[in-house]
């Protein structure tokens, strides 16, 4: 039976840096009721959309969409940090705090225009689900909606988004 699972999700004060909460997923993966609510409310907010493929983002967007994309008998395309995929990549970076990112997706992931659920984790600022977005439709897939576990509101990265809408099973 699906349960609330923001019971799950631990505050972990000045991780990785002084002034950051970190919201550790380990204990929801855990705890089996945790994990498998979790993937059946992701299921259930995102029901409405049809697509081929769950596109998941290094690393724990791997846990979930993974989990979620064998619940519906989809499969499953990974984005990862650079140099990681052996096959010809499409490459995006974007900004941080400090510095700048890149991630990476195979170039015919996406052939024939699929239809791709994003999924990640969290969404805080939103700069690495934008440049997922860019990646995918840089190889010609369409994302048709995004999944996260936890989105922390006040830091408005649903906006960064534009019109693709966004699931989150935890909004703080
Ligand atoms: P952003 O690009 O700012 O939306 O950040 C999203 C990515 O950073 C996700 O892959 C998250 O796993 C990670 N992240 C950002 N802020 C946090 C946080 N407070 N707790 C846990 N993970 C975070």
Redesign the pocket.
Known sequence: MTEPIERFIRNVPDFPKPG????DITPLLQDPTGLRSSIELMAEATSAHEYDLVCG?ES??FIFGTALANELGKGFVPIRKPGKLPWETASESYELEYGRDTIEIHRDAGDMGKRFLMV??????????EAALKLVRKIGAEPVACAFVIE?AFLK?RDKLGDIPSHALIRY
């Open positions: 950051i909460v970190f919201k983002i724990r967007g990640d984790d969290l969404l805080a600022t939103g700069g690495t689900m922390l990265g």
